[in-house]
C-alpha cells in the first residue's frame, strides 16, 4: 500500500492555541486530500475535501475559519485548528488520494488533547 | 435513511466462527466498494474492493449485490487477531471518487 506519514501523531495543548498537523503522501501523487475526525467510540466523519491548489470544500458543520487547509502540493497538505478548545479533542486522520485510483490510504492519524 | 448503513454490533463470536457483516447503500448510482479495518485508536487500512463477480482473500470473502445494494463481508475460521471495527466504504460519485464511510460493524474474537 502508500506510504502517508502525519505528523505530529499526538499534541497536548492549551486552549486558544492553534494546532498544524501535516500530512505527507511519499511515494504517490495526491490530487485530492480528505481529512476526517473520529470522536471516541464514533465514526469517522468527513471535514473537508481538498484538490492541490483549490480551496477545500467543507462539510456542513466544519467551520472553514477554524479549520485551516491548505494543499499547496501534490505530496503535502495541512490542517490548522485555530484557538483550538477542549471539544476539539479528537483524532484527525488524513487520506490523500490519486486521480484515476480507486484506493483510499489514511495517514496514521494525529490524536489532538484540548486541556 | 443513511447512504451507508452497517450494523454496528459487537459481534462477539468464539475462535474458528464464521461471521458476516452486511452494509447497504442508497445511491444505485455507486461506482465501488470497498471493506476496511479499523483496529482501535488506529487509521483505518484497506481490507480488500469489492467487485461485481465476488472476490476472496484468504479466509476473506467479499460480495456485492447490486439489485438489493448491499455489499457483504464474510470472515471464516475467526483469529483473536480479527478483533477490529470493519468499515464498509462506497464511492457515490460518478466519474469522481465520493467516499461515504458506514459507521463500522466491531467484532469481537474471543478465545
Known amino acids: 500500500g502508500a506510504v502517508v506519514s502525519q505528523h505530529p501523531s499526538r499534541v497536548i495543548c492549551k486552549s486558544g492555541t492553534s494546532v498544524k498537523i501535516e500530512c505527507r503522501s511519499l511515494?504517490?501523487?495526491?490530487?485530492?486530500m480528505f481529512w476526517y475526525r473520529q470522536f471516541p467510540k464514533q465514526s469517522l466523519m468527513l471535514m473537508a475535501t481538498?484538490?492541490?491548489?483549490?480551496?477545500?470544500?467543507?462539510e456542513q458543520g466544519v467551520e472553514k475559519d477554524k479549520f485551516l487547509i491548505n494543499h499547496a502540493s501534490l505530496t503535502l497538505s495541512t490542517l490548522t485548528v485555530t484557538s483550538a478548545h477542549p471539544e476539539d479533542s479528537s483524532f484527525y486522520i488524513c487520506?490523500?488520494?490519486?486521480?484515476?485510483?480507486?484506493?483510499?490510504?489514511f495517514g496514521p492519524g494525529t490524536r489532538l488533547t484540548v486541556l | 435513511r443513511k447512504e451507508v448503513e452497517q450494523d454496528p454490533g459487537p459481534f462477539n463470536v468464539p475462535e474458528g466462527a464464521t461471521v458476516a457483516f452486511n452494509c447497504t447503500y442508497s445511491?444505485?448510482?455507486?461506482?465501488?466498494f470497498f471493506w476496511y479495518r479499523q483496529d482501535c485508536r488506529k487509521e483505518p487500512k484497506l481490507l480488500m474492493s469489492?467487485?461485481?463477480s465476488g472476490n476472496e482473500d484468504g479466509r476473506f470473502t467479499a460480495q456485492l449485490n447490486r439489485a438489493s445494494q448491499y455489499i457483504s463481508l464474510l470472515i471464516r475460521d475467526s483469529k483473536l487477531s480479527d478483533s477490529a471495527t470493519y468499515l464498509c466504504?462506497?464511492?457515490?460519485?460518478?466519474?469522481?471518487?465520493?467516499?461515504?464511510f458506514g459507521r463500522g460493524t466491531s467484532l469481537i474474537v474471543h478465545p
Open positions: 487520506s490523500p488520494f490519486q486521480s484515476g485510483s480507486d484506493t483510499q490510504y
Open positions: 511515494d504517490f501523487q495526491a490530487t485530492t
Open positions: 481538498s484538490n492541490e491548489g483549490s480551496k477545500a470544500t467543507y
Open positions: 445511491n444505485s448510482a455507486s461506482q465501488s
Open positions: 469489492v467487485y461485481s
Open positions: 466504504v462506497v464511492n457515490m460519485g460518478g466519474g469522481s471518487y465520493i467516499p461515504t
